[in-house]
């Protein structure tokens, strides 16, 4: 593997338009700021990110099961798939690697269509509510995880 620590963070649909999407609900920082912002956090803990976004729930899981092998966590914002996707959940068990999802928005505090996770359940944990922080956080959270392993 590439570093000692490699966490892919995948970003779902819609997501790259964080910046002009919804700013009441999603903030104004972009998709380009935010990985800018944990590529650099991981490099201060000696470790190393790959940032990935697709609209497709097929390339969703072909980066999940990709990330078997030169990963050792993933972090994922599945976005509107959280609702809806099995299949993404599959390939998150399937690949076995631990796994933080991760919402800017909190879902609990939405429609309630949004309050079920398909995917929450294939990970250790949800940080959800923070904004662009809740990236951050589930990076460091990723990091402490594979710290203690
Ligand atoms: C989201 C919440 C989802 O319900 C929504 O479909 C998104 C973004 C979030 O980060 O808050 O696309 O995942």
Known sequence: MAA???????????????????????????????????????????ATVECLQSNSEGELIDHIQAARGKAHAIV??????????????????GVGLPAIEVHLSNLQKREPYRRR???????????????PRSYYLALDAALDLLEGQ
Not at 24 to 42: C, D, K, M
Not at 76 to 93: F, M, Q
Request: proline content about 4%; overall charge negative.
């Open 4 to 46: 000692a620590r490699h966490i892919v963070v995948l970003h779902g649909p819609n997501l790259n338009l964080l910046g002009t999407r919804e700013p009441e609900i999603y903030g104004t920082t972009t998709l380009a700021e935010i990985n800018q912002v944990l590529t650099a956090r991981a490099e201060a803990s000696g």
């Open 76 to 93: 994922i914002n599945p976005g509107a798939y959280t609702h809806t996707s099995v299949a993404i959940a599959d390939a998150l068990r």
């Open 117 to 131: 996770s398909y995917t929450a359940a294939a990970c250790v944990g949800t940080i959800a509510g923070f904004g």
